[in-house]
């Protein structure tokens, strides 16, 4: 039997693009047959939101594609997540650096950008800024496709 991989994904308020991530991934595996091989979260690097519900027009982004994301709430990043997980995947730059300070550096190479794993590197758009869910919903599909390539 496989290890189970322990995947995290990360954005400041865990209301948008992480939970996207989080339930993205989890569908993606589902499809492929390997939900087994996975255990998948996401956190936020604030307590601004934490305890509420993915934001609401995330939420109809995934329903759109037919994911329900019912029952999950913000939760903060801790550092005991660094051992715990396999990969800390972050959104953007400085939910980096935040995740960095958080777990005490990366000594094992873990975080890492979920972007870096498309083939145009960088940041994903936010949406609670630029109301652009379909722009976050495309670059966190690819970033989620990537990481099930690459593992």
Not at 39 to 62: F, H, M, Q, W
Not at 93 to 102: A, E, H, V
Not at 113 to 128: E, H, K, Q
Request: aromatic share 8%; net charge negative.
């Amino acid at each position: 039997m496989k290890d189970i991989k322990k995947i995290l994904f990360v954005c400041h308020g865990n209301i948008c693009r992480s939970p996207m991530a989080e339930f993205v991934m989890k569908d993606l595996v589902e499809k492929a047959g390997r939900e087994a091989e996975f255990y998948i979260e996401s956190a936020a690097t604030s307590t601004e939101e934490i305890g509420n519900p993915v934001y609401p027009p995330a939420r109809r982004k995934l329903a759109e594609h037919g994911i329900d994301c019912a029952g999950k709430t913000a939760r903060q990043m801790t550092r005991g997540d660094y051992q715990r997980f396999d990969m800390i995947i972050g959104m953007d730059q400085w939910n980096l650096r935040n995740m960095r300070r958080i777990c005490g550096d990366d000594p094992e190479g873990k975080i890492s950008l979920l972007m870096d794993f498309t083939r145009r590197p960088g940041d994903v758009a936010d949406p609670w800024y630029t109301d652009d869910f379909e722009a976050t919903w495309l670059d966190v599909l690819e970033g989620c496709q990537g990481i099930l390539q690459t593992i």
